[in-house]
C-alpha cells in the first residue's frame, strides 16, 4: 500500500503549478487530506482559461506517471479530476475539484482573485498552500449550504475558524443575512447544530442565491459546456460475457461493492454506477424454482427473426438512455449483452441457424459495449456452479466464447480462476484506468 499517497499528491501538483507561474491553494479542513478519507481535494488554481488548466493537468499526470481516470467539467470554470495511481497489486484513485472563482449555477459566489490580493492572504502547512481563515470559512460556508451538506465535522471545522475570525466572518455574513438570522447561524455553528442548517437550508441558500446575479455571457458558456459534455461523454459501458457459472454475476456485484464503498478511491471515478440485464432473460416460475432456458423449445426461422427485430428496435430505443447515462459521467454494468445471442442461442431459444445467427452476430457488434470482458474458469469449476449445462453443451460454449475474442480487439478474456477474484477484479479495474486515460486524453486534445 502507498502511504500518505494524496499528500504526496498534493505536494507533487502543488510544486508544480508554482513552477508554471500560477498559484495554487487548498481549500478546506487540512486533516482531511488523508488516505482514509472519503473527501475529494478541492483546490484554487489561478488558470486563465481552462484550456490552460487542463494542458497543466495533461503534462502533470505525463511528468509523475499518474493516469487521468476522468474530467467532469459542472461549473463553466469548475473541473472535477480524477487520477490514478498503479503500486503493485493496489490502485489508489485521488479526486479534485479544481476552479478559479467559486460559481454554483452560473452565480459567482466567491471572487477568489479579488480575495486573495496577496501573498500573506495564505499560510503553508507541511509545503501545503492554504487559503486564510476568513476565506476558508466563506468558501466552506457557501459551498456547504448551497450543496446542502452540513453535517457535524463541517460544523466542527467553521466553529473553529469562526471563534479565530470571529469580527470579520460576522461582516461577511451580514453581507448575505440581516443581523437576527446571522446570530441564529452563529449560534448552532457553535452549537454544532446540524438539524438547524437542514431544516432552514432552503431559505439559506435563497438568501445567497438572492444577491448574486447571473451574468449573461454566463448563460452562453453554460450552452457550450452542455454542448461539449452531450458530444463527449465521460461514462463508461461495460459489458460482461460467459457461461453461466463462469462468475459474471460475482464480479459484476463485486465491481459495485467496491464503488458504493469507495475502496482505494475507486468511487470517486464515475458519479454513479448501475447495473443492467437482458430484461428478456427474466423467466417467470410459479414455485421460484431456476429454470433451465436450454431445455426449452427453440423458436422458428420466422420467429426467430421477428424477435432479431424486436431485440434490435429495443436495444436502439435503450441507447438513447445509455448515453444520456454516460454523458452524466456514470458507470453502466451489463450482465450479458447482445453479442451473447450469437454464441449461445438456444438460451434464448433462437434457431440455430447460419443466416439468423449471421444477423445476431452483425447486430451484436453495432450494440458492443466500450470494454467487453469474457469471463472465463476451469470447465470443471464451472460444471459445479452451473444448474444448467451438461459437459458437453459446457465445452461447445467454452470455445465459442474463447473464439469470439478475435471478432473485436475490445473482447478481453479475464480469467476467473478459483481463488483468484482479487487478481481478476484487479485486472478489471487497470483496464477501466487504461481506458479511461486514453478517453480523457482525447477528451483535452478536443476541448483545446
Known amino acids: 500500500m502507498n502511504k500518505d499517497y494524496k499528500s504526496k499528491f498534493l505536494k507533487k ?8 507561474k500560477l498559484r495554487c491553494f487548498y481549500l478546506g479542513n487540512f486533516f482531511n487530506i488523508n488516505d482514509k478519507s472519503n473527501s475529494d481535494i478541492d483546490l484554487y488554481i489561478n488558470f486563465r482559461t481552462n484550456s490552460e488548466l487542463l494542458l497543466i493537468i495533461i503534462n502533470f499526470s505525463k511528468i509523475f506517471g499518474y493516469k487521468i481516470c476522468n474530467i467532469i467539467q459542472y461549473e463553466i470554470n469548475s473541473f472535477y479530476i480524477i487520477f490514478s495511481l498503479r503500486n503493485r497489486s493496489v490502485i ?10 467559486y460559481f454554483f449555477k452560473n452565480r459567482l459566489l466567491l471572487d477568489f482573485k479579488k480575495e486573495i490580493k496577496s501573498e500573506n492572504d495564505k499560510y503553508s502547512n507541511n509545503k501545503i498552500n492554504q487559503i486564510s481563515n476568513l476565506l476558508s470559512f466563506k468558501y466552506y460556508f457557501l459551498k456547504k449550504i448551497m450543496k446542502n451538506d452540513i453535517n457535524e465535522t463541517s460544523l466542527k471545522f467553521l466553529k473553529k475558524i469562526y471563534l479565530s475570525e470571529n469580527k470579520k466572518i460576522d461582516l461577511f455574513l451580514l453581507s448575505i443575512y440581516n443581523f437576527k438570522e446571522k446570530n441564529n447561524i452563529v449560534k448552532n455553528i457553535k452549537k454544532l447544530n446540524y438539524f438547524f442548517f437542514k431544516k432552514k437550508s432552503f431559505l439559506l441558500k435563497k438568501k445567497i442565491i438572492s444577491t448574486h446575479k447571473i451574468g449573461f455571457f454566463n448563460y452562453i458558456k453554460q450552452i457550450k459546456l452542455i454542448v461539449f459534455r452531450s458530444l463527449n461523454p465521460t461514462g463508461l459501458d461495460i459489458g460482461l460475457l460467459g457461461v453461466d457459472g463462469s462468475g459474471k454475476t460475482t464480479i459484476l456485484k463485486k465491481i459495485s461493492y467496491d464503488f458504493t464503498h469507495n475502496k482505494d478511491g475507486f468511487g470517486f471515478i464515475f458519479r454513479n454506477l448501475k447495473t443492467f ?19 426449452k423449445k427453440e423458436y422458428n426461422i420466422l420467429l426467430s427473426l421477428i424477435k432479431l427485430i424486436y431485440l434490435t428496435i429495443k436495444e436502439l430505443i435503450e441507447i438513447f438512455y445509455y448515453r444520456f447515462l454516460k454523458i452524466k459521467s456514470h458507470i453502466l454494468l451489463f450482465d450479458r449483452i447482445f453479442m451473447d445471442i450469437s454464441i449461445d442461442p438456444k438460451r434464448y431459444r433462437i434457431k440455430d441457424n447460419r443466416f439468423v445467427l449471421f444477423l445476431f452476430r452483425f447486430f451484436g457488434k453495432l450494440f458492443l459495449k466500450e470494454i467487453n470482458f469474457i469471463i472465463m474458469d476451469n470447465k470443471d469449476t464451472i460444471y459445479k456452479r452451473s444448474k444448467e449445462l451438461n459437459k458437453a453443451v459446457l465445452k461447445k460454449l467454452l470455445a465459442k466464447y474463447n473464439s469470439i475474442q478475435f471478432i473485436d480487439k475490445s473482447l478481453f478474456i479475464i480469467l476467473n480462476k478459483k481463488n483468484l477474484l482479487q487478481k481478476t477484479l484487479f485486472e478489471i479495474k487497470l483496464h477501466i484506468v487504461n481506458h479511461q486515460h486514453k478517453k480523457m486524453l482525447k477528451y483535452i486534445v478536443k476541448y483545446i
Open 277 to 295: 440485464h437482458l430484461s428478456f432473460l427474466k423467466l417467470k416460475s410459479a414455485n421460484k424454482k431456476t429454470r433451465n432456458p436450454h431445455k
Open 13 to 20: 501538483l502543488i510544486k508544480y503549478v508554482s513552477k508554471k
Open 92 to 101: 489508489n484513485f485521488i479526486s479534485i475539484d479544481v476552479c478559479n472563482n
